[in-house]
Nanobody
Framework: EVQLVESGGGLVQAGGTLILSCTSS????????IVWFRQAPWKEREGVGCYDSDGTTRYTDSVKGRFTIARDSAKNTVFLQMTNLKPEDTGVYYC???????????????????WGQGTEVTVSA
């Protein structure tokens, strides 16, 4: 019943910009954290950023100042705005959530229950 659908990925040159979208349904969107993770071949899954249930945004150090998460509650959608992209940003990006609601400072460690199909981002040098 819970659905998360990612879109907006593509191929860009280093220094470019992409905006990813995560459209959700089947749960209380405003009462739950939405978290972006990425997965690249031969790398560990990495938490990118979190839009928490209280409106707080949190980011991993490597993307601070370059990535921004925004929410459009009317459309049950969160956006990952990515600027000054680097080759190391390459990967499949997933949005995830969990029935428990908020995430807090330990957002990277929560075993999120729901996720989408992912959208692929490739950044060329």
């Amino acid at each position: 019943e819970v659905q998360l659908v990612e879109s907006g990925g593509g191929l860009v040159q280093a220094g470019g910009t992409l905006i990813l979208s995560c459209t959700s349904s089947g749960f209380d969107f405003d009462g739950h954290a939405i978290v972006w993770f990425r997965q690249a071949p031969w790398k560990e899954r990495e938490g990118v950023g979190c839009y928490d249930s209280d409106g707080t945004t949190r980011y991993t150090d490597s993307v601070k100042g370059r990535f921004t998460i925004a929410r459009d509650s009317a459309k049950n959608t969160v956006f990952l705005q990515m600027t000054n992209l680097k080759p190391e940003d390459t990967g499949v990006y997933y949005c995830e959530t969990d029935p428990r609601g908020g995430a807090g400072f330990l957002w990277k460690s929560i075993p999120y229950t729901y996720w989408g199909q992912g959208t692929e981002v490739t950044v060329s040098a």
